[in-house]
């Protein structure tokens, strides 16, 4: 439940572009790792895991950018970035189902396992580099996630994933917008990272 409600807070200050989204994430991954290891859950481990690295590795960026123009700046991305993350997400997704095909203690629907685990990590590279496509990767996320969860018995994650779909539609308006603002507004300077 903790670390659920941490991921809440965290994509919660991912929509107001706040750089405290990503340690706020890396402890859910934390969190959440402990417990699915409690539960000898370890291809949700391993997700945990991917989620902590790509934490690490978007809180230096959002960082950087505060600090190279004091704001995160946000922007749809290139046609070649479109097309270069659904064709690594598809080649990944595939790479990682066929990894829990032939290691069933790792992943109990391989398949449906395989796309959320390459489709958080496509959100969260997507989000790192404040592309608005973040919100739409986690949109497919949690079109599958959410049913999953409730079919598997985790009531609680299956909740706490309807509420995330409902502020990654929030999010997705608010980023749709400040892509759309004046260049000036998107790069006024915001020190803490919190919305300008």
Do not use: C
């Amino acid at each position: 439940m903790i670390g659920n409600l941490l991921g809440l807070a965290g994509l919660a200050l991912g929509w107001r572009r706040s750089v405290w989204s990503w340690p706020v994430q890396l402890l859910s991954g934390v969190v959440l790792a402990g417990a699915y290891l409690s539960g000898h859950l370890p291809g949700l481990v391993g997700k945990q895991l991917i989620v902590i690295v790509t934490a690490i590795w978007g809180w230096s960026r959002w960082q950087r950018g505060i600090r190279d123009t004091g704001a995160i700046a946000v922007r749809f991305a290139s046609w070649k970035e479109r097309a270069l993350l659904v064709g690594a997400t598809a080649l990944l997704t595939v790479a990682a189902a066929l990894i829990f095909t032939q290691f069933p203690w790792m992943s109990w629907s391989p398949w449906s396992d395989a796309y959320i685990f390459v489709g958080t990590l496509a959100a969260m590279v997507a989000q790192a580099r404040g592309w608005v496509e973040f919100w739409f990767a986690w949109i497919a996320v949690d079109l599958v996630g959410v049913p999953l969860a409730f079919n598997s018995g985790y009531t609680f994650s299956g909740l706490t994933y309807s509420i995330y779909f409902v502020l990654v539609l929030l999010g997705l308006r608010a980023w749709w917008l400040r892509s759309r603002a004046p260049r000036n507004a998107s790069t006024a300077p915001n020190l803490q990272g919190a919305p300008a």
